[in-house]
């Protein structure tokens, strides 16, 4: 039996996690660690770097590292009329680093449901990724944002390309004293996208809101229908709305969200709907899923054990071996963790002293 004490949390998050999606009829999805360079390169703008580690194949074909596992799950799939391709992953990926701008190899658990979905699997999506948070730790928070009301507001307000993008970094970083500044060199009222932004917390109290600003109604009754299948989970109250969320606009569409872990300062997890993305690379399925990032779960404290182990086993060098063998085998059996030395190490920390005679007996 697995001692899990001897784990990282990021390896037992993956142990658990892994269960949990098979629980939902996901299945495991294996890749190459690399992909075709041209792939990706076509594709860059989903990337979250387009520095891509790249080298030559036998034949001279360049091949990249794999730095995004969705595009190649994407790439190998199939369309299928009124079936999903339900898949999870644990994979390594290879991008540079926010922190270090160095390239990092970065361990990332999800999923993915590619075809005929709807709201329930949207639901089920964010309902995975609520539940992967919680195997984690149960102090976390879940929000979520619709690109749909977003997209409404900005297309009434002003339809320049160029507004739209200065004002989703704005909203990105919560900044509210750039974007009305931005509204005010466009000539754009900025009430109504102010209110949205600061549109933050409680879902009953954020959908109360939203009624009153007159957004998108399909992209507001959908809204309205998650919550209520939200509010049947444990940890509703820890999933909120926040319509700072805001993914990738060209590649996402609809329901997206990103989660958090106390303790951590980044988002550990992060999804949502890329149909968009779907369109773009020629398959008429739609999409959802989330990734989960365990690098960043080094950040986590580790448990602190009272001891290294449970029996520090000293034994004379004249000691027959066998006897060593025997007594080790013994405590072992009863689930104890078991130390053989000569002598006592200074710094290691032990519940248990034991010492073997020449002849084999423990004392």
């Known amino acids: ?100 701008h160095q390239f990092k190899e970065i361990m990332q658990a999800g999923l993915e449901c590619i075809g005929d979905i709807d709201l329930y699997d949207i639901f089920e999506a964010v309902s995975l990724a609520a539940q992967s948070l919680a195997l984690i730790s149960k102090d976390f928070v879940l929000q979520i944002s619709h690109l749909g009301i977003l997209s409404s507001v900005l297309e009434r307000i002003c339809p320049d390309a160029i507004f739209r993008q200065k004002v989703i970094g704005c909203i990105k970083s919560k900044n509210p004293h750039d974007l009305s500044r931005i509204c ?80 951590i300062f980044e988002s550990v997890l992060a999804g949502g709907q890329y149909d968009k993305l779907m369109q773009k690379l020629e398959r008429r399925a739609g999409a959802v899923g989330f990734a989960v990032y365990l690098d960043l779960l080094e950040q986590l404290p580790a448990e602190d054990a009272e001891y290294d182990v449970d029996v520090l086993l000293v034994y004379a060098e004249d ?14 059996s009863q689930g104890k963790t078991v130390s053989t030395q ?18 084999g007996a423990l004392c």
């Open 319 to 332: 000691t027959d071996k066998m006897a060593v063998a025997k007594a080790v085998a013994e405590l072992t």
């Open 184 to 263: 005010r060199e466009y000539g754009v009222e900025d009430t109504l996208l102010v209110q949205l932004v600061s549109a933050y917390g409680p879902r009953d109290k954020v959908l109360a809101k939203l009624e009153t600003l007159g957004c998108g109604q399909d992209a507001l009754q959908e809204l309205q229908t998650l919550s209520k299948l939200l509010d049947q989970l444990p940890w509703a109250d820890q999933i909120v709305f926040d319509f700072s969320v805001v993914n990738n606009m060209n590649y996402y569409n609809g329901i997206v969200f990103q989660g958090f872990l106390s303790g």
């Open 1 to 100: 039996m697995l001692d899990t004490k001897i784990l990282k949390n990021e390896e037992k998050a993956v142990f658990a996690l892994r269960a949990l999606y098979r629980q939902y009829g996901y299945l495991p999805y294996k890749m190459s660690k690399f992909e075709s360079y041209e792939y990706y390169i076509q594709n860059k703008d989903f990337l979250v770097s387009d520095r891509i580690i790249t080298f030559n194949d036998t034949n001279g074909r360049l091949l990249a590292l794999k730095p995004d596992v969705t595009l190649s799950i994407i790439k190998n799939g199939e369309d299928i009329p009124g079936c999903k391709q339900k898949v999870y992953y644990n994979e390594n990926v290879y991008r540079v680093s926010e922190n270090t």
């Open 342 to 359: 000569k002598s006592i190490p200074e710094k290691l920390r032990y519940r248990q002293i034991l010492k073997l005679t020449k002849e």
